[in-house]
């Protein structure tokens, strides 16, 4: 499929993958060739993705070797600081030619930080200063903790990808802490950022639990949560961007947040293998995607422009369901919140143990 129609329809496709090895080179998975060919334009990161691109990859192991003086956490943050940079370097024209919006790299805080808001504002000010470069995204947990640092990081004029959104009720207060750390930024034209907001996790976690029911009902709800979830995600994003309170910040040359679909590789084989992406298509949104989904959108994605502003009531009438079964969402995003930020520190702690390890070879 021509990849630029997910474009026309307003969505940006951003790669959810960041190596060494594919920040050079021609090669169809290289990062340059997805930009050149692929309608890339922007890249996310996180520790999971830095643990696997990291450990036991021949092309760090001269730089790990290179400061075995040093402390792991000083070692993984100049390996990953100057991989974002690079890649922030490959995007500047697209950050250019889209006046900010777009041509951005996302790197997180320290994930064992996600519950102390001062140490994030700190460890968020010191990624954008050693990174250098106004097309990073500093990431920020969506935790209670979180959205106060995202108010100060964007008062201070630093753009933010606020991570780990997973219901639509903590994504109504992320976009009000960014729109208060608006109010608070004097200058805010050129800063930006987007809410992402996680899918695939949604079904994992419900459709275990439908399976579970020997009623056809809860088994006509399998594989519908995530993407209602989402759809009023964006029901809400459009409505909180409508706000008088937002027209006065824009007034003032405020970029609004978008919203950016997370976690849309499918894991159920049973599944469409682009339903994360062909189903959650509106103006003003982000899709950032693994590399297996990218090409599976490249191979058989069929776009059938907004997937979304028509499917608020059916959106509605598929959460009324999995609370007629016996199914609180509200309870599943909780623990999925919980469950990610473990997994997010548990990959940095990883990464931290074997590049310790490697340095003592």
Same mark, same amino acid.
């Given at each position: 499929m021509d990849v630029s129609q997910v474009f +026309? +329809?307003?969505?940006?496709?951003?790669?959810?993958?960041?190596?060494?090895? *594919?920040l050079e080179g021609s090669a169809a998975h290289s990062l340059p060739s997805r930009i050149a060919n692929c309608a890339v334009v #922007? &890249?996310?990161?996180?520790?999971s993705i830095f643990n696997s691109a990291i450990t036991g990859a021949n092309e760090y192991a001269a730089d790990i070797s290179h400061m075995k003086d040093l402390d792991p956490q000083e070692v993984v943050q100049k390996l990953t600081t100057d991989d974002v940079r690079k890649a922030c370097d490959l995007l500047k024209d697209i950050y250019t030619a889209t006046k900010g919006v777009d041509g951005r790299v996302s790197i997180e805080v320290d994930p064992r930080l996600a519950h102390d808001t001062q140490a994030t504002i700190e460890?968020? *000010?010191t990624l954008w200063k050693i990174i250098d470069r106004p097309n990073v995204m500093i990431k920020v947990p969506a935790t209670l903790e979180g959205l106060p640092a995202i108010t100060a990081l964007i008062a201070s004029g630093i753009s933010v990808n606020v991570t780990l959104i997973f219901s639509v009720?903590?994504? #109504?207060? &992320?976009?009000? +802490?960014?729109?208060? #750390? &608006?109010?608070?930024?004097?200058?805010?034209?050129?800063?930006?950022?987007?809410a992402s907001f996680f899918v695939s996790?949604?079904?994992?976690?419900?459709d275990s639990l439908l399976l579970k029911s020997a009623s056809a009902e809860a088994h006509a709800l399998l594989g519908k949560a995530a993407i209602a979830n989402a759809h009023l995600a964006y029901q809400l994003f459009e409505e909180k961007f409508a706000s008088a309170r937002w027209s006065a910040q824009q007034e003032r040359g405020a970029n609004k947040q978008r919203p950016l679909w997370a976690s849309t590789g499918v *894991?159920?084989?049973?599944?469409?293998?682009? @339903?994360?992406?062909v189903e959650l298509i509106a103006p003003e949104t982000v899709n950032t995607m693994p590399?297996?989904?990218?090409? +599976?959108?490249?191979?058989? #994605? &069929?776009? @059938?422009g907004d997937t979304i502003t028509d499917q608020y009531s059916a959106a509605v009438e598929t959460l009324k369901g999995l609370s007629s079964v016996g199914i609180s969402l509200d309870a599943i995003t909780t623990e999925l919140e919980i469950d990610g930020v473990k997994k997010f520190a548990q990959a940095w702690e990883e990464l931290l143990e074997n590049v310790k390890v490697a340095q003592q070879q």
């Amino acid at each position: 499929m021509d990849v630029s129609q997910v474009f +026309a +329809a307003g969505t940006s496709i951003w790669l959810d993958d960041l190596s060494r090895a *594919k920040l050079e080179g021609s090669a169809a998975h290289s990062l340059p060739s997805r930009i050149a060919n692929c309608a890339v334009v #922007g &890249v996310t990161t996180n520790p999971s993705i830095f643990n696997s691109a990291i450990t036991g990859a021949n092309e760090y192991a001269a730089d790990i070797s290179h400061m075995k003086d040093l402390d792991p956490q000083e070692v993984v943050q100049k390996l990953t600081t100057d991989d974002v940079r690079k890649a922030c370097d490959l995007l500047k024209d697209i950050y250019t030619a889209t006046k900010g919006v777009d041509g951005r790299v996302s790197i997180e805080v320290d994930p064992r930080l996600a519950h102390d808001t001062q140490a994030t504002i700190e460890a968020g *000010k010191t990624l954008w200063k050693i990174i250098d470069r106004p097309n990073v995204m500093i990431k920020v947990p969506a935790t209670l903790e979180g959205l106060p640092a995202i108010t100060a990081l964007i008062a201070s004029g630093i753009s933010v990808n606020v991570t780990l959104i997973f219901s639509v009720k903590r994504y #109504g207060a &992320v976009i009000d +802490a960014f729109m208060s #750390g &608006v109010e608070q930024n004097t200058n805010p034209t050129h800063v930006h950022s987007v809410a992402s907001f996680f899918v695939s996790r949604i079904d994992s976690a419900i459709d275990s639990l439908l399976l579970k029911s020997a009623s056809a009902e809860a088994h006509a709800l399998l594989g519908k949560a995530a993407i209602a979830n989402a759809h009023l995600a964006y029901q809400l994003f459009e409505e909180k961007f409508a706000s008088a309170r937002w027209s006065a910040q824009q007034e003032r040359g405020a970029n609004k947040q978008r919203p950016l679909w997370a976690s849309t590789g499918v *894991k159920n084989p049973d599944y469409d293998d682009t @339903r994360y992406v062909v189903e959650l298509i509106a103006p003003e949104t982000v899709n950032t995607m693994p590399q297996a989904t990218l090409d +599976a959108l490249l191979d058989h #994605g &069929v776009v @059938r422009g907004d997937t979304i502003t028509d499917q608020y009531s059916a959106a509605v009438e598929t959460l009324k369901g999995l609370s007629s079964v016996g199914i609180s969402l509200d309870a599943i995003t909780t623990e999925l919140e919980i469950d990610g930020v473990k997994k997010f520190a548990q990959a940095w702690e990883e990464l931290l143990e074997n590049v310790k390890v490697a340095q003592q070879q």
